[in-house]
């Protein structure tokens, strides 16, 4: 039976192209790229180039370009020097951030005091930038606002020009997660006067280790990891050749084919959304997922009209790799706070959510032989339910 992978928003799979960039550079650009002989300044040219690359997808300059291992730590290391070296004595967020910001947010308001104010979606999963403005004005003290570029459970998305008007209106900090959105949309930091986003290479087929924090220059932002003058003295540390090359590769075909993906992707979850409706009786979609033009075209969120907790385990038996939310979540027992936001008591009780992302390897087919393993587990699940009643 051919494997089906449908959970590009928690990883994708490495283009052909990267692995064998990557290959090439720990075959022979081994250098340090600290050293100052050939070796190392190779090496070092080699970062250099990838730097540029990602400074000219934003439209920033190179110098604002941090290599990091991944989102996470780029996210970690924005909220908590911001709390530590730039003074900010309030975060405003939302309950629904990955885990990444989320927790660290937490860490800073136990740790250092720091307050925190929430502000909670609609049941669409949408931000009130009025609500947004109105808290900004409540008080005096420095803020910093995270909010996420695009949800990676229900796909919304934030209008990042008008949040970083609102900020730098109300001389706010604004840090928004990119992860899910980088290298999938476009994206220019010269019209958007944010002050910090995050890059994860294995959201866009580059490797896993790899990523970037955007730290805009005037910002003043100071490193966590200390230890070496690398990455501009923000992030110490021997910088990973063959994961920044992987990640350059996976930006450069990335962009080079973005529309051809993006038509292509929104054709494949369209055909998803059509067939589940046909399909599947009495199924929803989650927040604005199923809105192709207020939704991210990578992640579709569905609601399946049965409690069933073991769905990502069957269609895995049926050689279906699917994810019933963030990856970062797997294993909990607990619905995660994005549904717990979206969904009333009623459907937490008696539905299930489901998370279908796509990339450009994702095939018709595939949502076929998708729909068609719900449809089995439906029937089984409706039989069974049956036999209860009845007994």
Same mark, same amino acid.
């Given at each position: 039976?051919?494997?089906?992978?449908?959970?590009?928003?928690?990883?994708?799979?490495?283009?052909?192209?990267?692995?064998?960039?990557?290959?090439?550079?720990?075959?022979?650009?081994?250098?340090?790229?600290?050293?100052?002989?050939?070796?190392?300044?190779?090496?070092?040219?080699?970062?250099?180039?990838?730097?540029?690359?990602?400074?000219?997808?934003?439209?920033?300059?190179?110098?604002?370009?941090?290599?990091?291992?991944?989102?996470?730590?780029?996210?970690?290391?924005?909220?908590?020097?911001?709390?530590?070296?730039?003074?900010?004595?309030?975060?405003?967020?939302?309950?629904?951030?990955?885990?990444?910001?989320?927790?660290?947010?937490?860490?800073?308001? %136990?740790?250092? @005091?720091?307050?925190? $104010?929430?502000?909670?979606?609609?049941? !669409? =999963?949408? /931000?009130?930038?009025?609500?947004? #403005?109105?808290?900004?004005?409540?008080?005096?003290?420095?803020?910093?606002?995270?909010?996420?570029?695009?949800?990676?459970?229900?796909?919304?998305?934030?209008?990042?020009?008008?949040?970083?008007?609102?900020?730098?209106?109300?001389?706010?900090?604004?840090?928004?997660?990119?992860?899910?959105?980088?290298?999938?949309?476009?994206?220019?930091?010269?019209?958007?006067?944010?002050?910090?986003?995050?890059?994860?290479?294995?959201?866009?087929?580059?490797? %896993?280790?790899? @990523?970037?924090?955007? $730290?805009?220059?005037?910002?003043?932002? !100071? =490193?966590? /990891?200390?230890?070496?003058?690398? #990455?501009?003295?923000?992030?110490?540390?021997?910088?990973?050749?063959?994961?920044?090359?992987?990640?350059?590769?996976?930006?450069?075909?990335?962009?080079?084919?973005?529309?051809?993906?993006?038509?292509?992707?929104?054709?494949?979850?369209?055909?998803?959304?059509?067939?589940?409706?046909?399909?599947?009786?009495?199924?929803?979609?989650?927040?604005?997922?199923?809105?192709?033009?207020?939704?991210?075209?990578?992640?579709?969120?569905?609601?399946?009209?049965?409690?069933?907790?073991?769905?990502?385990?069957?269609?895995?038996?049926?050689?279906?790799?699917?994810?019933?939310?963030?990856?970062?979540?797997?294993?909990?027992?607990?619905?995660?706070?994005?549904?717990?936001?979206?969904?009333?008591?009623?459907?937490?009780?008696?539905?299930?959510?489901?998370?279908?992302?796509?990339?450009?390897?994702?095939?018709?087919?595939?949502?076929?032989?998708?729909?068609?393993?719900?449809?089995?587990?439906?029937?089984?699940?409706?039989?069974?339910?049956?036999?209860?009643?009845?007994?």
């Amino acid at each position: 039976m051919d494997k089906i992978y449908l959970d590009n928003a928690a990883t994708t799979p490495l283009s052909e192209e990267v692995i064998d960039a990557m290959v090439g550079v720990m075959k022979v650009n081994f250098g340090n790229p600290s050293s100052t002989h050939t070796f190392g300044q190779e090496a070092k040219v080699l970062i250099e180039n990838v730097r540029r690359e990602a400074a000219d997808y934003l439209h920033v300059s190179p110098a604002e370009i941090i290599f990091t291992s991944c989102g996470t730590e780029s996210n970690n290391m924005i909220i908590k020097s911001c709390v530590n070296h730039l003074g900010v004595e309030r975060i405003i967020t939302s309950p629904i951030e990955h885990k990444c910001v989320a927790e660290t947010v937490l860490d800073m308001k %136990k740790r250092r @005091g720091v307050e925190v $104010v929430y502000l909670r979606p609609n049941k !669409k =999963g949408d /931000i009130d930038l009025a609500k947004l #403005e109105e808290v900004l004005k409540t008080s005096d003290k420095k803020t910093l606002v995270s909010l996420m570029h695009a949800n990676n459970e229900i796909g919304n998305l934030l209008d990042l020009k008008k949040v970083a008007a609102i900020c730098k209106e109300n001389n706010a900090l604004f840090h928004s997660d990119t992860v899910q959105s980088m290298a999938h949309l476009e994206m220019d930091f010269s019209e958007i006067p944010l002050d910090f986003a995050s890059c994860s290479a294995h959201k866009f087929h580059g490797p %896993k280790g790899s @990523g970037f924090a955007f $730290v805009r220059k005037s910002s003043g932002l !100071k =490193g966590i /990891i200390t230890g070496g003058p690398q #990455e501009r003295s923000l992030r110490a540390g021997t910088e990973n050749v063959c994961g920044i090359v992987g990640l350059g590769k996976a930006l450069e075909l990335s962009l080079k084919n973005m529309e051809e993906y993006t038509s292509h992707i929104e054709e494949v979850k369209q055909y998803a959304i059509d067939r589940l409706s046909a399909e599947i009786g009495g199924v929803k979609f989650n927040g604005r997922s199923a809105e192709l033009d207020k939704s991210l075209y990578t992640v579709l969120s569905v609601l399946l009209p049965f409690k069933d907790p073991m769905i990502g385990l069957k269609l895995d038996m049926k050689g279906i790799a699917i994810s019933q939310g963030s990856a970062c979540s797997s294993g909990a027992t607990h619905p995660s706070m994005v549904m717990m936001t979206v969904l009333d008591e009623e459907e937490m009780e008696h539905t299930t959510p489901l998370r279908v992302s796509f990339s450009h390897l994702t095939t018709k087919a595939e949502i076929d032989r998708l729909v068609e393993a719900l449809k089995e587990i439906a029937v089984t699940f409706s039989i069974e339910k049956t036999d209860v009643e009845n007994r």
